[in-house]
């Protein structure tokens, strides 16, 4: 439903990529800043502390300062501004409003692993890498001056990636070998001591290979799921700079290799890490606006705004939603849930919780749109009334329909209140008032209606899903009649029309009125994109008050492809 029951390939692009504020000064940052960039820095944080905080002391070149003092400036800011919307406010007993539950379990994170390549992949080719410029004083040369530009990756693989749910704190994706090949164009020039000034410009490579580990963090932000993966740390195993040819001298080339390094590798860890941290959040945003729109037609709709902040155990992920119907002026309250995480099992990859309160509300919204409505006639009408050919059915046949035939004639069918439903161990048990209405059109005469009946239905059905359609199937019912009024027995005598009535709504009335239902809502769903989806052995499954659907599934790999296309053109 959110990302806590999609996010095993939820990776992401760059927070921190619009920089502003560039007067902001930090070459001398805080204690509370340098906490902030210790991810990035590594365990050069520490010579930073020892330097008093001055990041010149590291050998920072002046340009790279100053992007520092534009990107570290909005940093802290935009901490700040994270941490005060990342509050929700939440009930003292969150799991009483809780209208739906998602839980994905272990299996289910390391599925959607399988993914986090391609992810990783798209947030180390979409990182804008900055240019990188500086200067050194060497010995009878004077300053050599250097660019390197147009910096970007041009090829790609990752060996193996891992994920690990760490209980109460965060889902742990350890990517290992990461082989990046970089290319760019390197300038530089010198001033001699005999004022002999040099500038050349030459083609580069980087080859690295890079460990990356991604702490995922899950929180509550504007009531909805978001993911947090600035935890992210990249270890270069290799770093090596490749110049066009290998012709340029070597002290030149063992130059740059030195004294770039520290500086490539905290741009790269910068980028590379602020990309995955937006994308992270654009995926988590992308996930809640999919599980919106599912639970969206027209103007019913089911709040899915979280109920408790989302949940990493060891085994599972797990998010917990309001499930209020909304529509129109229709109000929706719900205090009394009857949710406990015991009621899921962890046997499955992937699990859905529905109380008893959000089906009741979505078929309450469904009367008020009027969509309880059901017109029936010819062909249809005909294998209703003639279920079985007997004398009592020919009787009842003549009276109602007084010899007009079934194609000038129409019957209409519509519930007169809400519908009541009760979850039970057996199955979904629903309870109508409906009105049936049989009319007739005689040729050249008035329309005439023969049969107006008002009766309450009580049904119980056991839903399944299987080939991608669901599937109902009508246990027991219960038919009382309320109303009855018909033209041919205007006393109401005369048993026979009803008796008739009651055997033709059992038998063929009220698995007509299923196999109306039974298309509409998978085509309901397929065109939110479930038919997508491989969905092995699915099961739905009714106890006291709550229906459970739990199933095992494959990622349907072309949507993560769709997302990240889409995505990253804007």
Known sequence: MTLGCHVGATLVRHLLSLYVLPTFNCSFITQYQLAAVQPVLGHHA??????????????????????????????????????????????PFPYSVTGIVCRMTKPAALLLNQETAQVIQAAFRNAKFPNITGERSMRLLGKVAYALTNIQVNDLSIEQSEVELKENKAIHIAIKNVTAFFKGTLTYGYAGAWFLQLFHSVDFEIESSIDLQINIKLMCQKDQVAADASDCYLAFHKLTLHLQGDKEPGWLKQLFTDFISFTLKLVLKSEVCNEINFLAQVLANFVHDLAANFVRDEDISVDI??????????????????????????????????????????????????????????????????????????????????????????????????????????????????????????????????????????????SLMVLYVEKEITVTIQAAYAEKKLILHPLDSRIEFKVFKCTADPSGNDPSIRNFLNAMISVVGIPEVISRIEPALTSLMNSKGLHLFEIRNPEIITRKGYVIVQLDFSFPNHLLLDFLEKRLQN
Request: contains cysteine.
């Open 305 to 446: 705004s979280l109920a408790s902040v989302p949940l990493i155990k060891a085994n599972y992920l797990e998010s917990h939603h309001k499930g209020l119907v909304l529509y129109k002026n229709y109000s929706d309250v719900f205090s009394d849930s009857v949710f406990s995480p015991s009621l899921l099992t962890e046997s499955r990859m992937l699990y859905f919780w529905l109380s008893e309160h959000t089906l009741n509300s979505l078929a309450s919204a469904a009367f008020l749109d009027k969509r309880l409505v059901l017109t029936i006639r010819g062909e249809k009408l005909q294998a209703l009334f003639e279920m079985e050919d007997t004398e009592a059915q020919r009787k009842a046949v003549q009276m109602i329909f007084q010899g007009t035939s079934y194609n000038d004639s129409v019957a209409k069918v519509w519930s007169l209140a809400h519908p009541q439903i009760s979850v039970q161990p057996e199955g979904t048990v629903v309870t109508s008032l409906v009105a049936v209405e049989v009319s007739i059109f005689p040729p050249g005469e008035e």
């Open 46 to 91: 520490a010579r930073l502390e020892k330097s008093g905080g001055s990041l010149r002391m590291l050998g920072f070149p002046q340009r790279v300062l100053l992007a520092g003092r534009m990107r570290l400036g909005t940093f802290g800011i935009l901490l700040v501004l994270v941490h005060a919307s990342a509050d929700c406010e939440f009930g």
